[in-house]
T-cell receptor, first 115, second 110 residues
């Protein structure tokens, strides 16, 4: 019963490098989300998806891209890493039956440092 | 402009006593509220929720109270246990993605 898995757990990038944060869920959830959490702050929504092939911007989308080619996977792409993107990134998914009121299940997070 | 505010960054409580975590919101359109709990190096986990048509919801040791006129909700944990030590996030929504507060770190002292 894996739930939501994220890889890698930790990563250090140099300014200008790119990388993809992977997120996979095995619960057949339609809705998936990417959040970032900066120290002492709440979670801020970067992008979300309501189903395969459909994505939309959240509160803080600049500097990121996403795709949703399958129900299970929702990768987050950083094209030109900047120090301001140093954060902990959480992927989440929510149940198939619902919309926004369904419980979100979170992955363990990816801690990213950009130097 | 923070729509969901948790004004206490931290709270310490003796084991066995009541923990009360507070949350205020500014958007009167919010109609569903949730509390998430987060341990270090883990993702948040859902704890309890309440719809705006209710003013109280209980689940074991956890109770959430909603005061719509004051735009305020609170989470009560009774009795508090050392395993409850974590960061608690309040979140709110209305047909939109969740809006989270900054969290309150609860420490339950044995």
């Amino acid at each position: 019963n894996a739930g939501v898995t994220q890889t890698p757990k930790f990563r250090i990038l140099k300014i200008g490098q790119s990388m993809t944060l992977q997120c996979t869920q095995d619960m057949n959830h339609n809705y998936m989300y990417w959040y970032r959490q900066d120290p002492g702050m709440g979670l801020k929504l970067i992008y979300y998806s309501v189903g395969a092939g459909i994505t939309d911007k959240g509160e803080v989308p600049n500097g990121y891209n996403v795709s949703r080619s399958t129900t299970e996977d929702f990768p987050l792409r950083l094209e030109l890493a900047a120090p301001s993107q140093t954060s902990v990134y959480f992927c989440a998914s929510s149940t198939q039956t619902g919309g926004w009121t369904d419980t979100q299940y979170f992955g363990p997070g990816t801690r990213l440092t950009v130097l | 402009d923070q729509q969901v505010k948790q004004n206490s960054p931290s709270l310490s409580v003796q084991e066995g006593r009541i923990s009360i975590l507070n949350c205020d919101y500014t958007n009167s359109m919010f109609d569903y509220f949730l509390w998430y709990k987060k341990y270090p190096a883990e993702g948040p986990t859902f704890l309890i929720s309440i719809s705006s048509i209710k003013d109280k919801n209980e689940d074991g040791r956890f109770t959430v109270f909603l005061n719509k006129s004051a735009k305020h909700l609170s989470l009560h944990i009774v009795p508090s246990q050392p395993g409850d030590s974590a960061v608690y996030f309040c979140a709110a929504m209305r047909n939109t993605p969740l809006v989270f507060g900054k969290g309150t770190r609860l420490s339950v002292i044995a």
